[in-house]
């Protein structure tokens, strides 16, 4: 045995472990101490435009340029006055029902329509942003990172598939597991300060800062069919958090008299926004999917968990072992099938030409190859006027007779929608009301009564009760459905 070239070797292992250690210490722009991360900034900034792109592609975004700019402007007032200015910065909307907000590393933003719809004044909305910006300034998720504490669920396919069917599938994009970031309790409160911090620095009222953490433990309820996590499934016990920001605002040294709370104006910008899922990009009844906007519909297994996306609508079984998703596809369907059935991995039976409902189309089975085992399953592209669907069912090879039949069944019931009903279903609407005399929320759910229980409208209105007074000329969100 060589000692001595022993230890030169442990020597030289040694100083190659301190030299990456050194190479992984970098100084937190909020706390200034030395942390040991092994992500450099390029690198943050580059997986949080991955990300973003995900949920810009996969969830979609509020298609209004006005709330978009809105957002975007007042969260970049208080980004350019943080501690790390020089991100490029991005705030968005999602076109998304549950109430939350995520921030991606590298400064990428986003706040939930159904956060907006929830929250009643510009001094919440600028709290929750700086919050967000208070995640990256603090790199909380690069820390995460580090640690190898990321959870690989993307698109939240953890909760219906099994790892091989999640890898085969096309819904689960990586960048979107950044969405399912849980930070830990020190983590929050430090961004809640921050928050704090952001929107006091910019002149606004931070008295309304609890009243968002208050409105999000009811909110529950309001987040409708999503694949997003609710605000209460990522974020600490909000009573606490209350409690420390109310804290805060004992011992602050300055008076918050004039600050800015900008209710009218941002009940202005909200005003007409959707709240709640909306069905003209399609919805479920049940384990029926119907998109009046396209004019199709298909049938998807009973008690299968569903989820749509902006690109995709897909069902998990109860077992976590079979999935059918239903995606665009580009070409004919024979040039679609063609192209789907020789990929390299991925052997194809024979493929069958025959129309579905009257529909164009082509079909067959395959067998794929996978890192965690072989999948079986089906495929279907079907031609409905100007696009191609493909209809993608699979599951672990040995299963397919199991689910043959279930899997034949989704694949058959796509067809034309013509229920005029459900070509007509239109979104619920928030609308904007001054009240003309002193009344209670009851009062006014009589005199002009929303499509959702008072119940929820007085969350919405973030009132104590629905027998609270309210006074003469105050701006009210009513929910309507247009004819």
């Known amino acids: ?54 949920v810009r592609q996969s969830v979609g975004l509020v298609d209004d340029a006005r709330i978009q700019d809105y957002v975007q402007a007042l969260g970049m007032s208080l980004a350019v006055d943080s501690e790390r200015p020089e991100l490029p910065w991005s705030f968005a909307v999602i076109d998304d029902p549950t109430p939350n907000a995520f921030a991606f590393p590298g400064g990428y933003i986003f706040i939930t329509r159904g956060l907006m719809g929830l929250m009643g004044n510009e001094a919440e909305l600028a709290s929750v942003l700086g919050h967000e910006i208070g995640h990256v300034t603090a790199r909380h998720s690069v820390a995460m990172m580090t640690r190898s504490q990321v959870a690989q669920i993307g698109l939240g396919l953890g909760s219906i598939l099994s790892p091989e069917l999640a890898e085969f599938s096309e819904a689960a994009a990586g960048g979107l597991s950044l969405l399912f970031l849980s930070y830990g309790r020190d983590a929050e409160r430090q961004a809640d300060d921050l928050g704090f911090k952001y929107a006091l620095s910019h002149g606004f009222d931070v008295r309304e800062m609890p009243n968002v953490f208050a409105s999000l433990q009811g909110a529950g309820r309001l987040a409708g069919a999503s694949p997003l996590p609710n605000w209460l499934a990522s974020h600490p016990d909000p009573a606490e958090r209350i409690r420390r920001i109310e804290t805060r605002l004992g011992n602050l040294d300055q008076s918050l008299s004039g600050k800015r709370i900008g209710r009218d104006d941002y009940l202005a910008r909200i005003d007409g926004m959707v709240f709640g899922v909306n069905p003209r ?14 004019a199709f519909r298909i049938r998807f297994p009973e008690g299968w968990k569903p989820q749509n996306l902006a690109q995709v609508v897909l069902a998990g079984s109860p077992d976590k072992d079979a999935v059918v998703q239903l995606t665009l596809s580009s070409g004919s369907p024979p040039e679609a099938a063609e192209k789907f059935f020789s990929q390299e991995g991925l052997s194809a039976g024979n493929l069958e030409r025959r129309p579905i409902n009257g529909l164009s189309a082509v079909l067959g089975r395959f067998q794929a190859q996978t890192s965690n085992g072989q999948l079986g399953g089906m495929a279907a592209f079907i031609a409905h006027g100007e696009r191609v669907y493909r209809v993608l069912a699979f599951t672990p090879a040995d299963r397919l007779d199991r689910y043959d039949a279930l899997f034949r069944q989704t694949i058959n019931s796509f067809a034309r929608l013509t229920d005029r009903k459900a070509l007509a279903m239109q979104p619920d609407r928030i609308a904007i009301v001054r009240t003309t005399r002193t009344m209670t929320m009851a009062s006014f759910n009589a005199q002009s009564p929303s499509v959702i229980d008072l119940e929820r409208l007085v969350l919405i209105n973030q009132l104590s009760g629905p027998d609270a007074s309210i006074p003469a000329g105050a701006r009210l969100k009513r929910i309507v459905r247009a004819p």
């Open 281 to 294: 990009q399609g919805y479920f009844e049940e384990n029926r999917f119907m998109h009046p906007d396209l």
């Open 1 to 54: 045995m060589n000692i001595r070239h022993n230890r030169t070797t442990r020597l030289l292992a040694f100083l190659a472990s301190a030299f990456i250690l050194l190479q992984g210490c970098a100084v937190n722009p909020v706390s200034g101490d030395r942390e040991f991360v092994l992500v450099s900034e390029s690198q943050e900034i580059a997986m949080g435009a991955q990300g973003a792109e995900s």
